[in-house]
């Protein structure tokens, strides 16, 4: 275990820069996520961690050293592939204990390790067949099972659980939560699903275009996001946005398209008149007579809550219930956002207000 | 009902054997089969028949034999030319075949990494294989002519000999320069499925490989050759038949000269059936070859048997 310091990290490919500076600092045992929307650098980033992609500029550090012209074997890593890269032809033992073998670890000492991690992941009963003759998710276990085989400093997961089905993904990613809680070795995840993110990480970092652009605790990013990229991007359904300005005029309300106006808890400082970007979560939504009038549209029903489709001052936003309310395509509702609650962004730069 | 009844009976009626057969899966399934099973018979088993027949028979062309049942096998067995063609035979294989492994693999190792004009290059490498065989022959029995041959010219203005190399007039030399003369023909087939072959392992797995440690002579091991080898089954499978039956070769740069040192079974067979006229000992000659033939493909049969890890699992 150790903790891992990523410096001003640069990486171009041509002339084409992909990375601008990005600088992230993992505590030792640390759950790091970085999540963004594809094409966002974010696995680019985990192959220069693992030595698969060389660095443009900046340094990262493993422990107190910087592993920059240090081979990937040499970096006592280990990494989780999306496709698993699992060799085909050996079988699961011979998986798992293949980096071993390469090490010239004795064979009593292999088939020990491979034993432990096998039961860790109750991977015991396959442990002779091949690759092809398991399930997704058993295949997927074997490549953790790989990783954890060697007792790395690190771990490294690049988009694990996208070939999975939906059911066995959220299995897997309790199961590896479960899995770092009981080894505490750091980890850095790499996943473009935001709820993988939020359930999993102690840390996350939201990448966008090459930059950080904003890292925290989940609850953090989702209570204070700094931008309204991230404050799009954590949390689903997404945030809803209405373009408008602030008006102070005794009390502070925020007036939106068409004539709409929604409460503001207080207006920050010099913002009177300014454009601004109002930003309210679905579920910060309540019916209340003194709300803005939407006509409902659609209504998603998943049980445990109601999703509700509706034009406020010509907009679409969403707002979720947990409530059973008798509602209809159609009907006019007056849907209040709890101002203590609400977002306030610069139009101009996407800022937090 | 009964109107209903009486259009549907008749239907059945009138849907005689013919349109039976159409309808029924295992007719239908034969008839397809019909034309290939023709062309199989026509081309493939009748000549390989009549071949059968007429090693055991003494037919000379232009005259009917008899059937004499096992003896020109039992002349060929005293004949030190066709034992000697055996030997060439073998020889030429076995030699040809390796050296067209070790190469065509380089070739596809380097022609895997990241090479620039590395397309031209791939183009180039497959240049002798489209060139039509007895061109390329021709091509060689110049470059090995004992007065005007350029590898004798080169090395003496290089300093390096004194006189022309006499490629072709001596047993080994002519063994040897046939033998290059297949190399330089086999190895773009070769070198290009082996190709095929490495692009379709993935590369995380080295990758993978590279993070758990290994080198690349360690990835070259444990990776690259396991995961090529059934290529290499199929590939060397084709290369040792079609140079065991080569034929062109030889017989436009040798005609199995000098003094039958290049004469392989299939140049021997040719000469004794159609320039000697002895139909049935040349086809005794070519059925000698069966065995072998036959041995070269059990082993690659056993070879190719898909390996445990290949197979498909329960799903």
């Known amino acids: 275990m150790s903790s891992v310091q990523i410096r001003d990290v640069r990486k171009s490919f041509g002339n084409f820069e992909v990375l601008h500076g990005v600088s992230i600092p993992i505590e030792d045992g640390q759950f790091v996520v970085l999540v963004g929307p594809s094409g ?59 980096s071993l073998k390469l090490r010239n670890a004795g064979s009593d000492e292999i088939s020990k390790r491979v034993k432990r991690a096998a039961e860790i992941l109750a991977l015991s009963p396959l442990l002779d067949r091949y690759p ?11 490549a953790m099972g790989r990783a954890i085989v060697r007792d790395p400093q690190v771990f490294l997961f690049d988009e694990p659980l996208s070939n999975l089905d939906a059911k066995l993904r959220v299995a897997m990613r309790t199961e590896i939560k479960e899995l770092h809680q009981r080894l ?55 945030m809803n946005f209405l373009k408008g300005h602030v008006r102070v005029n005794g009390v502070a ?57 509706a034009k406020v001052g010509g907009e679409q936003v969403v707002a979720v219930f947990r409530e059973r309310h008798q509602f209809n395509p159609g009907d006019k509702v007056r849907l209040k956002p709890d101002p203590a609650l609400v977002h306030l962004f610069d139009e101009a730069t996407g800022k937090r207000m | 009902m009964a109107v209903m009844a009486e259009p549907v009976a008749a239907q059945v009626r009138r849907s005689s054997l013919w349109s039976r057969a159409f309808e029924s899966r295992n007719c239908l399934g034969a008839m397809f089969m019909v034309p290939a099973i023709a062309i199989l018979i026509l081309f493939l088993a009748y000549p390989l028949a009549l071949g059968f027949w007429l090693g055991m028979t003494d037919t000379k062309i232009g005259g009917a034999g008899r059937f004499i049942a096992f003896q020109n096998f039992v002349s060929l067995a005293k004949d030190s030319v066709f034992w000697l063609s055996v030997f060439n035979t073998i020889f030429y294989t076995v030699t040809a075949s390796v050296v067209k492994f070790a190469i065509g693999l380089y070739l596809a ?27 390329s022959a021709i091509a060689f029995w110049w470059i090995y ?4 041959s350029i590898i004798s010219w080169v090395l003496i203005k290089a300093g390096l000999i004194t006189r022309y190399i006499d490629f072709l007039g001596d047993p080994w030399n002519a063994r040897w320069s046939v033998v290059a003369a297949n190399i330089w023909r086999g190895v773009p087939f070769v070198a290009i499925t082996l190709l095929a072959g490495l692009q379709t392992i993935s590369p995380s797995l080295y990758e993978a490989a590279n993070l758990d440690g290994a080198t690349n002579m360690q990835r070259f091991r444990h990776i690259t050759l396991p995961m090529l080898s059934p290529i290499i089954a199929v590939v060397m499978t084709f290369s040792v038949l079609m140079t065991f039956t080569d034929f062109q070769l030889i017989y436009t740069i040798t005609r199995g000269g000098p003094i039958n040192a290049t004469h392989l079974m299939a140049t021997l067979s040719f000469q004794r059936a159609i320039t000697g006229g002895n139909l049935g000992e040349g086809a ?12 070269a493909i059990l082993l690659s049969f056993f070879g190719l048997q898909r390996s445990r890890w290949q197979q498909g699992g329960r799903d």
């Open chain 1, 40 to 98: 966002c650098g974010k696995s680019t980033l985990l192959r220069m961690l693992a030595g698969l992609e060389n660095i443009t500029s900046g340094t990262i550090s493993i422990g107190d050293r910087v592993v920059n012209n240090v081979q990937p074997k040499e970096r006592d890593i280990a990494m989780v592939f999306q496709n698993y890269a699992l060799y085909p032809h050996m079988t699961v033992a011979e998986n798992m204990g293949f």
């Open chain 1, 132 to 142: 092809r003759q398991l399930s997704g998710g058993q295949r997927q276990r074997v």
């Open chain 1, 184 to 238: 505490k070795t750091t980890t850095v995840y790499v996943t473009h699903d935001q709820i993988e993110a939020m359930t999993m990480a102690d840390k996350i970092v939201v990448m966008h275009d090459g930059i950080v652009e904003q890292m925290g605790t989940p609850l953090e990013l989702y209570d204070k996001p700094d931008n309204q990229f991230v404050a799009g991007f954590i949390g689903s359904p997404a």
């Open chain 1, 253 to 309: 309300t925020f007036e939106g398209p068409n004539g709409v106006k929604l409460p503001l808890k207080t207006a920050p400082a010099g913002s009177d008149g300014k454009p601004v970007v109002y930003g309210v979560r679905p579920e910060h939504f309540t019916i209340a007579d003194d709300g803005a009038e939407a006509e409902i549209l659609v209504i998603e029903p998943t049980g445990s809550e109601t999703q509700v489709f």
């Open chain 2, 109 to 135: 190792l380097l022609l895997n990494e990241r090479l620039p004009f590395k397309s031209m290059i791939r183009a180039i490498v497959l240049l002798p294989f489209v060139v039509p065989t007895v061109l």
């Open chain 2, 145 to 148: 002519d004992s007065q005007f």
């Open chain 2, 284 to 295: 005794a000659i070519s059925n000698a070859m069966i065995p072998f033939l036959v041995a």
